[in-house]
């Protein structure tokens, strides 16, 4: 059971335009999310994230949208560039009160930068 | 933040053998984190190296199949026993700096496994 779910494995998107990457939840007790990028043959690189007490949070061309009632959040990065082409992943984890936890991860979108 | 370098980058092994993945970091943490990426699918927490202490396995991972040794803050290793082509993935390595905040996670660049 997925607790994660990025619906869409690919995304094309024309450079200068806006990406909006999704991503949905199930577990009512996450409460802290995080957006990752992905390269080939590379480790993941930490990009964005947003605590469930915050419903947006900026950081130069990469916003995140958190909607707790709808269990969704979303990545919008504008505008975009052809760097930006990479698999995104979606996290979150459940602050057990015990410190670090381990991140539940969505599957990836694979987003395209078309020029 | 911090500098986290694993070996082997890659290996191709027979099935029934083991491999032993290392993770080092530049700097001490408390806590480290392995988790596996099969083919297609998202990236998975295997278990949690807590220097000092037994790892915690998630459920669905035994010890006796991904032993985690954490002898100091900066190091780990992560052995994959008794291989079968199942086992195929990218294995990675993550830490968490930061004890009050939660932060977020640093990666490896990860091993990928072939197993024949």
């Known amino acids: 059971d997925q607790q994660v779910k990025q619906n869409s494995p690919s995304l094309s998107v024309q450079e200068g335009r806006i990406s909006i990457l999704n991503c949905d939840y199930t577990?009512?007790?996450?409460?802290?999310f995080l957006w990752y990028k992905k390269y080939p043959a590379e480790g993941p690189t930490f990009l964005i994230s947003?605590?469930?007490?915050?419903d947006k949070n900026e950081d130069g061309r990469f916003t995140v949208f958190l909607n707790k009632s709808a269990k969704h959040l979303s990545l919008h990065i504008v505008p975009s560039q052809p760097g930006d082409s990479a698999v995104y992943f979606c996290?979150?984890?459940?602050?057990?009160?015990?410190?670090?936890?381990?991140?539940?991860f969505g599957k990836g979108t694979h987003l395209i930068i078309q020029p | 933040s911090a500098v986290i370098s694993q070996k082997p980058s890659r290996d191709i092994c027979q099935r029934g053998t083991s491999l032993t993945i290392q993770c080092q970091v530049d700097?001490?943490?408390?806590?480290m984190f392995w988790y596996r990426q099969q083919p297609g699918q998202s990236l998975t927490l295997i278990a949690t190296?807590?220097?000092?202490?037994?790892?915690?396995?998630e459920s669905g991972f035994v010890i006796d199949k991904f032993p985690i040794s954490r002898p100091n803050l900066t190091f780990s290793t992560l052995t994959v026993s008794n291989l079968s082509p199942e086992d195929s993935s990218i294995y990675l390595c993550?830490?968490?700096?930061?004890?009050?905040?939660?932060?977020?996670?640093?990666f490896g660049p990860g091993t990928r496994l072939t197993v024949l």
């Open positions: 947003i605590s469930s007490i915050k």
């Open positions: 993550s830490v968490e700096e930061g004890l009050v905040v939660r932060n977020e996670q640093f």
């Open positions: 190296a807590n220097q000092g202490s037994e790892a915690t396995y």
């Open positions: 996290a979150a984890s459940v602050d057990s009160g015990g410190g670090a936890d381990g991140l539940t």
């Open positions: 700097s001490q943490v408390t806590m």
């Open positions: 577990n009512s007790m996450f409460d802290y």
